[in-house]
């Protein structure tokens, strides 16, 4: 989630920065320039000034005419001489008043051209186009030179822009670098904030996956966060507290139940045993009835090892899963041998991480199912191995199998496939695998085994790090 919420929260906060860094940028770009032309403003009204007293070159007034002009010409050497700006004052007619350099004269096109027409209808330069920094563009401004409300002549200044565009540029990189700061500070900002709110999510989403998982005693620590994940989190533990009472109390009651049962089945069933000796040998209903007491108790005795499979904590350990298999093979042999089914078995070494007893009658149930339900002449294979972080133990028979709905129902509790009622079996022995496996971080799953049969899988972690 932190890796969602983390870029969406930084991609906000630099829309915000650029938001308002390019405006400045713009803004400072602005001001620089304006500067720039409000001092060429007052340059060429000095220059008009200078200009508006020297007379066409046809005017028949002698000396002064050619004093004023050479005045204007040595202030427009020295002004280019020292700021290296083009300037000059020209007549109506183009031809120049006085210029410098000498070889610089009015185009006749370009801004040059456009700022002295504008000139010529009396009004002066104010607004320029923008210069920004990679534009390499002279600034352009120019004043009329009016003599009796009329315009004369017109001073043209054409500055180059490299000072200002390297000032412009400067400010820029000073806004970047505040823009830079700011960007740091706010993700700083954002990956406190964010652990912050995220933190107790985080240690809600372990514990639920922990109980989920079987693990019953897990609670969400004390963790800061905003008072809303506190409260949820406080009664996150209220409501696992009361789901693992419900469920000791469902446990609790199995097991004293089946317990308190045993005791007076077990005198029901010697009294019946007494009725038996005083009946005919062979009495049907007499034997039937001692069948169905043997059958409650074995469900009595399934249902407590159920409740004792779900509530005891298993003794995880670093187990050879290849030798506890092999040792279960051995022990369940004499009983395939004598219903006329082939136990084989394949278990290399391989350690894997799991309770020894609790594996070795998980496997019982496997092997036991898988004996019973094949007919005499097939055969049943027990088959160890490893894959990533996981040691499996294959048990295939040749027996004939379930259906797909079967498949999705085996392991329920008390269920029976209907083909099997005739079979000796209480419906528990697999339900009860599976509390077994899932304590200790292991699991159980079905599969058709091809041509026919079953194929049941158990798997358990391979370290305590897998688990």
């Known amino acids: 989630m932190r890796t969602r919420l983390l870029p969406l929260l930084i991609v906000l906060m630099a829309a915000v920065l650029l938001a308002l860094g390019v405006p400045l940028a713009v803004s400072l770009a602005g001001a620089e320039q304006q500067r720039v032309v409000v001092d060429r403003i007052d340059d060429t009204a000095r220059f008009a000034a200078l200009a508006q007293f020297v007379t066409e070159p046809s005017d028949p007034v002698g000396g002064d005419i050619d004093e004023r002009r050479e005045t204007l010409r040595s202030e427009l050497r020295s002004y280019h001489d020292v700021y290296g700006i083009r300037a000059g004052v020209f007549y109506r007619n183009d031809s120049p008043m006085a210029h ?17 027409q ?28 009016i003599r009796d409300g009329d315009v004369v002549a017109v001073v043209v200044t054409d500055s180059p822009t490299g000072q200002m565009r390297s000032r412009i540029l400067k400010g820029w990189l000073v806004i970047a670098a505040g823009e ?18 995220l933190r107790p999510v985080r240690i809600l989403d372990a514990t639920t996956h922990d109980i989920a998982t079987g693990r019953l005693k897990s609670r969400v620590a004390a963790a800061g966060g905003p008072p809303e994940l506190q409260r949820l989190a406080r009664s996150f533990n209220e409501m696992a507290d009361n789901v693992e009472n419900v469920l ?47 059958r409650l108790a074995q469900v009595l005795d399934d249902l407590l090892d159920l409740a004792l499979a779900e509530h005891s904590e298993p003794q995880l350990q670093v187990t050879d899963i290849g030798s506890l298999a092999a040792e279960r093979v051995a022990a369940w042999s004499p009983a395939a041998e004598a219903k006329g089914v082939r136990l084989t078995g394949d278990c290399p070494p391989t350690t894997g991480w799991a309770d020894p007893v609790t594996l070795s009658s998980a496997l019982d149930a496997v092997i036991d199912n898988a004996v019973k339900f094949t007919p005499e002449g097939e055969s049943v294979e027990v088959t160890v191995g490893s894959t990533g972080d996981t040691v499996s133990v294959v048990v295939t028979d040749n027996g004939p199998g379930l259906t797909d709905e079967e498949l999705t129902r085996i392991g329920d509790r008390f269920w029976r496939s209907s083909r099997h009622q005739n079979i000796k079996g209480s419906g528990l022995g697999l339900s009860i695998t599976r509390a ?14 091809e041509p026919h049969g079953l194929k ?9 790090a897998a688990r």
Request: glycine share 6%; charged share 20%; proline share 6%.
């Open 248 to 294: 000791e109390q469902q446990r609790a009651f199995v097991a004293d139940a089946s317990h308190q049962l045993r005791n007076p089945l077990s005198a029901l069933l010697l009294r019946i045993e007494l009725l038996a000796l005083e009946l005919p040998e062979g009495n049907e209903e007499i034997a039937s009835v001692q069948a169905e007491g043997k």
């Open 118 to 145: 504008e000139a010529l209808l009396s009004r002066r330069s104010h607004d320029p186009q923008q210069v920004w920094p990679w534009e390499r563009r002279s600034l352009v401004v120019a004043s009329p030179v």
């Open 180 to 197: 830079a700061a700011a960007m740091l500070l706010a993700v700083g900002a954002a990956l406190r904030l964010t652990g912050w709110v």
């Open 100 to 116: 410098a350099p000498d070889d610089w004269y009015l185009p006749r096109s370009g801004e040059v051209r456009a700022a002295f």
């Open 456 to 464: 049941v899988t158990v798997t358990v972690p391979r370290n305590a």
């Open 436 to 449: 077994l496996l899932a304590a200790g971080g292991g699991s159980i799953t079905y599969d058709h085994h």
